[in-house]
């Protein structure tokens, strides 16, 4: 039986995947790309969000907003983005300027209702988003090549949900999918240019380690 809050939370998703941009909205130069990143205290809703804004250039980390925090919205499948968006909110609200292109360890489109926490987040904050998950939650592929770049549509009930990616020769795909005011193709460069050295955005590393410091550090 689903309850009211989940029942809302839904619904809430299918109103708001209407929004979604699935084209190329984006600044005509964008300078900073940030990575966004929820950690939790150990056996606790206590957490905390972080923003790690790279230069796009460098891709050098630029600046770190954070917000502590505790979870108010349960852990419920589907529905990820109801319980860190209020978060990454707060940590997004503590920067002075807003970042260009923001990428998500987690999914957009490739969700079973087309619209996971990159797509709340990009439709929320109206910053063009992308999702970038390291792990597969829907859809199926085709094998792909062994180099980087190669990558394979992720079909979801007959649609393009994504995109399987392989960003370091002979590592495992990342899932890319569109977040917000992102084409699939542009999401799909943006992760290869943010992929130099290692099978994560560099966004994504920074973020992690930014919140894991964080998670350590005394308060």
């Known amino acids: 039986m689903i309850d009211d809050q989940t029942q809302a939370a839904e619904e809430l998703q299918q109103r708001l995947r209407q929004t979604v941009i699935v084209h190329d909205e984006l600044p005509t130069e964008i300078r900073t790309v ?8 150990q056996n606790s809703n206590r957490l905390v969000a972080a923003v790690a804004v790279l230069d796009v250039a460098s891709l050098q980390v630029i600046r770190i907003a954070s917000y502590h925090g505790e979870a108010t919205f349960p852990y419920i499948p589907g529905l990820f983005s109801f319980r860190e968006l209020p978060a990454v909110l707060s940590a997004l609200d503590q920067l002075p300027v807003k970042p260009d292109l923001l990428v998500c360890d987690g999914q957009g489109l490739a969700h079973p209702r087309r619209f996971g926490l990159a797509c709340h987040l990009g439709v929320v904050t109206g910053i063009a988003t992308i999702g970038c998950a390291k792990t597969r939650l829907i859809g199926e592929y085709e094998p792909l090549g062994a180099d980087r770049g190669a990558y394979q549509s992720l079909v ?16 495992n795909p990342v899932f890319v999918s569109v977040g917000h005011k992102v084409s699939l193709e542009t999401a799909t460069d943006w992760i290869l240019r943010l992929t130099p050295t290692y099978r994560l955005p560099e966004t994504t590393r920074a973020a992690d380690q930014a919140v894991k410091a964080l998670l350590r550090a005394p308060r």
């Open 34 to 41: 940030a990575g966004v990143d929820v950690a939790y205290e």
């Open 156 to 171: 979801d009930e007959g649609a393009v949900v994504g995109r399987a990616l392989r960003t370091q020769t002979g590592k």
